[in-house]
């Protein structure tokens, strides 16, 4: 069946890094563009990074310009983000989205928090 499993949230304090995974199972993930989403408490789901299905192209939400990036490993089945100098805005939880056409599959989601 179908699973994208998120890992590597966690509470970090501003200024600091944390790199999030997505690992991917059940379908041809070299096919499919690969997106991270958040969504904060109280706030609409917004798209911060996408990657297609070869990595050739790469886009940001201007809000993460310059502190995220994302990259994925085909051979691994998994799609990464890097996020650096966090502030407490980017507290979200964050979840990976695979998409081939209308084929759409989300994962469940890793809680980031940002906060001294």
């Known amino acids: 069946q179908v699973q994208l499993v998120e890992s590597g949230g966690g509470l970090v304090q501003p200024g600091g890094s944390l790199r999030l995974s997505c690992a991917a199972s059940g379908f041809t993930f070299s096919s499919y563009a690969m997106s991270w989403y958040r969504q904060a408490p109280g706030k609409e789901r917004e798209l911060v990074a996408t990657?297609?299905?070869?990595?050739?192209?790469?886009n940001y939400a201007d809000s993460v310009k310059g502190r995220f990036t994302i990259s994925r490993d085909n051979a691994k089945n998994t799609v990464y983000l890097q996020l650096n100098s966090l502030n407490p805005e980017d507290t979200a939880v964050y979840s990976c989205k695979a998409q081939l056409f209308w084929r759409t599959y989300w994962g469940q989601g890793t809680q980031v928090t940002v906060s001294s």
């Open positions: 990657i297609t299905n070869t990595g050739g192209t790469i």
